[in-house]
């Protein structure tokens, strides 16, 4: 079955310190895959995607993400956390054979401290 | 452009009532869809339409219709309505066009309704 993990509940940084946001997948073929950012109370917002070239893809707010196909990894990035990174963050993959229904994993909260 | 917008924000519903949630976008997207969040659980896809008069069902449809009559607009319908729905609703949509490829581009989210049932 496809689906999108994301192995942490939660990550706690420091406010200046890098931050890594872990997202792996199991779709066949050559996904497309997002990243989102949902504040409270608001809907999901767009960060970046991967569709196909640079493995390093840059996004909204300073963050990019890491695409690895061999170990099927899309990991979210940023150089220097800020307070207001502080929010639920999710992966998403979305097949691009046989359909468009995107998979969303279960989100990781991202807590920056000041 | 507003994006998506939902209505309402908030409902709470008695066991057995029905409702409708509103969903319009002004993006003049062809694809829309309606998920449900439920804490640690991401985002469970109920419906989806891929244009006007055109619906399918998502992983999760039972006890939900909807209708999608102009691409403006896609309502959710709650019959009989049970405490499993309580939820927060999302509505959704993206363009996708075959030539550019299905499914990559993101979706555009509204603020959610946040139903609750007692």
């Known amino acids: 079955a496809q689906s999108v993990a994301q192995p942490e509940d939660q990550v706690n940084v420091a406010e200046g310190n890098p931050l890594t946001v872990k997202c792996t997948y199991s779709v066949s073929g050559n996904p497309y895959l997002f990243w989102y950012v949902q504040y409270p109370n608001r809907g999901l917002q767009f960060l970046l995607k991967y569709i196909t070239g640079d493995n390093l893809v840059k996004g909204s707010y300073g963050f990019e993400a890491e695409f690895n196909k061999s170990q099927t990894s899309f990991h979210l990035k940023k150089p220097s956390a800020l307070v207001s990174d502080s929010a639920l963050y999710f992966c998403?993959?979305?097949?691009?054979?046989?359909?468009?229904?995107?998979?969303f994993g279960a989100g990781t909260r991202l807590f920056v401290k000041a | 452009n507003a994006g998506v917008t939902q209505t309402p924000k908030f409902r709470i519903l008695k066991i057995g009532q029905s409702m409708t949630l509103q969903c319009t976008q002004d993006m003049n997207h062809n694809y829309m869809y309606w998920y449900r969040q439920d804490p640690g659980m991401g985002l469970k896809l109920i419906y989806y339409?891929?244009?006007?008069?055109?619906?399918d069902k998502g992983e999760v449809p039972n006890g939900y219709n909807v209708s999608r009559s102009t691409t403006e607009d896609f309502p959710l319908r709650l019959e009989l309505a049970a405490p499993s729905q309580t939820s927060v609703y999302f509505c959704?949509?993206?363009?996708?066009?075959?030539?550019?490829?299905?499914?990559?581009?993101?979706?555009?989210f509204g603020d959610g309704t946040r139903l609750s049932i007692l």
């Open positions: 998403a993959v979305s097949p691009n054979t046989g359909g468009f229904k995107t998979i």
């Open positions: 959704a949509s993206s363009y996708s066009s075959r030539t550019g490829g299905l499914g990559n581009q993101p979706q555009h």
């Open positions: 339409s891929v244009g006007a008069g055109i619906t």
